[in-house]
């Protein structure tokens, strides 16, 4: 895992043209991506900063990367995720065309901007939707407590049912 993060740290310092301007949470994001290393444990992080309001501007993480470690823990989960989220959008393509703007000089804002159609702010906003939807609501209604809840809910509707059927019987 470890090469292949850092392999593909290389690889995108090659394809941006080896632009110093690529946001350290783009390069994290990418490298975590190819290297296949998301896990339970970043998506966890990323609920709970969800449902606690507490998720990171990518401006802030471009700045500077937290220092503490469940802040650096929340930011590469973040990265990871909005990497992941520009990586699907028009199936990839968007994602060349930021590579080949970064190669030819572009700053990255406006090779984004340029790729996508939309400002960094834009997509950002957009992830964020999609990101409460994907982290907070989904695993909140299928968590261990509410699953078991609605489980417990269906056996006694069937008990219910068969003990009427058996009574017109």
């Not at 991506?33 to 896990?39: D, K, L, V």
């Not at 469940?70 to 393509?93: N, P, R």
């Not at 939707?129 to 509410?146: F, K, N, R």
């Amino acid at each position: 895992e470890t090469f292949r993060h850092e392999l593909a740290h290389l690889m995108l310092r090659q394809a941006s043209g080896d632009q110093a301007g690529v946001p350290r949470w783009f390069s994290e994001g990418f490298a975590i991506y190819q290297a296949r290393e998301w896990s339970f444990e970043r998506a966890r992080t990323l609920t709970q900063a969800i449902l606690r309001g507490r998720v990171f501007r990518l401006e802030e993480i471009a700045i500077a990367f937290p220092e503490r470690t469940d802040e650096v823990q929340l930011a590469y989960a973040q990265s990871v995720a909005f990497t992941g989220y520009l990586l699907k959008q028009g199936q990839g393509g968007g994602f060349s065309r930021l590579l080949g703007g970064l190669s030819s000089g572009q700053p990255f804002p406006q090779a984004i901007a340029q790729a996508y159609g939309r400002s960094l702010q834009e997509l950002e906003r957009e992830w964020l939707d999609q990101l409460e939807m994907d982290y907070a609501w989904v695993p909140l209604l299928l968590g261990g407590s509410t699953l078991w809840i609605f489980v417990t809910l269906l056996f006694v509707l069937a008990y219910l049912f068969r003990r009427r059927a058996k009574r017109r019987k």
